[in-house]
């Protein structure tokens, strides 16, 4: 949706009033001209609305705007994150199903611990994506866009210049989670190592980065054994991507990674064939580094900010590499290959050892790199590791405050004896058992920053199917927790 901030729109602009309605609040606190608060309070009345959660009336008045839409929000001790995103969704939804061209929403309730501005904010952003779809290949009716504009009434009245600077920030970081969802979205047929390359460079221009492609010679001469492994199987070329953010005022560097496999099929070691079509979500954390580094650039968030991304394809193939080969990989560590399916670690490697030479306060890589964490932690977080408890304290309020929480677990030594090979320094799997936590582990052998941090995505990045704050694909997830770490430290 097109949003925008105003604490006075034109009524008669808006097609749909919706309005968040928490249980029992029979005349809520609303941020509106006396008339219209009376519509909604007459409204509320009428019907005897009792807000229950997802709870929806739609009723047509005089005057304007003609439809005033309560929606349920449950019980209003209840409010949060989650509660406003289901609301919003549900928003949306109608929106597009009525063709109201224009809508209003206003909410009355502040996330708890947060401000009008914050959550106003949280409100917009998320607004903005209440209509997402990924339609360019829907080629008949379906594919037809159908354009809302959105207003949101921030929940204490506001001036025209602070909702300018909300409005402003809060674009910034919906058109760069929607860029997030695009790049997941695309199928892999489409969106090769080659394309993601060119597609980073084109947000590079577009946002003031600088960017650097390395193709596969360049990858060759930098000795980036790992992803070389990984690519062998594969006819399309692999590519590495450097993003580059540095404002003059910046203290601190922070480096990010993000794994860039464009499809997943598993190689020799293949994965079944049932959802294999999902493993084209495989470079949604290079997605999520170049959201995040397109949104640091536009906000100019004062912090230097680099972004690493190995990119290839995992395919079988008479080339591909094999379980039992032993790898150099760029830091001259060998590792021994028990399943080409752990080939996440493989390409992340050789990032976290380039990172290194930016000599980063904080290093911070964004993977869906196994499933097993989804195991352990579903689709309602994210997993976090980290060698610094300070960075990892940072980075779980920054991913709560986005609305997208991660957890921690631990990446101890102790699980090390999970990868020890016989014949070289380490093996690429550990097995079932705490896959995710040898993943991280592995990933560690390669870091030498003191303030290091893996997060894995495999279970946030993108929906199976529809849910009540998501439509089915790819989430954006770690743009704005990003963002927020950034602005924390600037
Ligand atoms: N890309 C997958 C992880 C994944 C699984 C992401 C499900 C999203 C949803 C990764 O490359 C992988 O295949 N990991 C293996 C590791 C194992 C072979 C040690 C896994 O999780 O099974
Ligand atoms: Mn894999
Ligand atoms: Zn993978």
């Not at 009376?38 to 997802?54: K, P, Q, T």
């Not at 005022?249 to 480096?255: F, G, L, R």
């Not at 196994?370 to 689709?379: K, P, S």
Request: glycine content about 10%.
């Amino acid at each position: 949706m097109q949003i925008t901030i105003s604490s006075d729109p034109k009524p008669s602009g808006i097609a749909n009033l919706f309005v968040l309605v928490a249980e029992g609040d029979r005349r809520p606190d609303l941020p509106l001209g006396k008339k219209l608060r009376e519509r909604v309070d007459d409204a509320i009345a009428s019907i005897g609305f009792e807000g229950r959660a997802e709870q929806v009336v739609s009723l047509a008045g005089e005057g304007e705007p003609k439809k005033i839409t309560l929606v349920g929000i449950g019980r209003r001790a209840a409010v949060s994150r989650r509660v406003l995103r289901t609301a919003i969704q549900v928003v949306g939804k109608i929106a597009r199903k009525n063709r109201d061209a224009s809508i209003a929403l206003v909410s009355p309730y502040l996330i708890p611990g947060t401000d009008a501005r914050e959550t106003t904010l949280f409100l917009a952003d998320r607004l903005a994506h209440a209509d997402y779809r990924f339609d360019p290949y829907k080629t008949g009716e379906e594919g037809r866009r159908f354009d809302i504009g959105a207003t949101l009434i921030p929940p204490k009245p506001i001036d025209g210049r602070e909702a300018k600077r909300l409005l402003d920030r809060a674009r910034i970081l919906a058109d760069s989670v929607r860029l997030v969802r695009d790049l997941g979205n695309a199928p892999g047929n489409e969106l090769t190592p080659a394309v993601l390359a060119q597609r980073a460079q084109a947000v590079a221009k577009e946002s003031g980065l600088s960017c650097t492609i390395w193709d596969k010679k360049q990858i060759e001469k930098m000795k980036m054994g790992g992803l070389l492994a990984v690519n062998r199987g594969s006819n399309e070329e692999p590519r590495f991507i450097t993003l580059e953010w540095s404002p003059r005022k910046a203290k601190k560097t922070v480096c990010l990674v993000g794994k860039g496999i464009t499809f997943d099929s598993g190689g020799i070691s293949i994965k079944p064939s049932d959802k294999m079509e999902e493993m084209k979500f495989d470079m949604s954390g290079a997605g999520t580094v170049i959201g995040a580094m397109r949104a640091a650039a536009l906000l100019e968030i004062p912090v230097r900010v680099v972004g690493l991304i190995p990119s290839t394809e995992n395919l079988p193939s008479g080339s591909a590499y094999k379980p039992g080969d032993i790898i150099t990989t760029m830091s001259g560590k060998t590792v021994e290959i028990v399943n080409t399916d752990a080939e996440g670690r493989m390409i992340l490697c050789d990032a976290l050892h380039v990172a290194k030479r930016y000599e980063p306060d904080h290093l911070i890589d964004f993977a869906t790199l196994t499933g097993a964490c989804v195991v352990a932690l579903g689709n309602e977080a994210s997993g976090l590791f980290s060698n610094d408890d300070e960075l990892a304290r940072m980075l779980i309020e920054a991913a709560e405050k986005a609305g997208e929480p991660a957890w921690r677990l631990p990446e101890w030594d102790d699980y090390k004896e999970l990868i020890r090979s016989e014949w070289a320094d380490m093996k690429n799997s550990g097995g079932r058992w705490g896959g995710a936590i040898s993943a991280a582990v592995f990933l560690k052998q390669f870091v030498e920053c003191p303030s290091w941090a893996h997060v894995d995505i495999a279970g946030t990045a993108y929906t199976e199917n529809e849910n009540a704050r998501d439509p089915r694909g790819a989430t954006g997830v770690g743009v704005r927790m990003a963002i927020r770490f950034l602005e924390a430290i600037a």
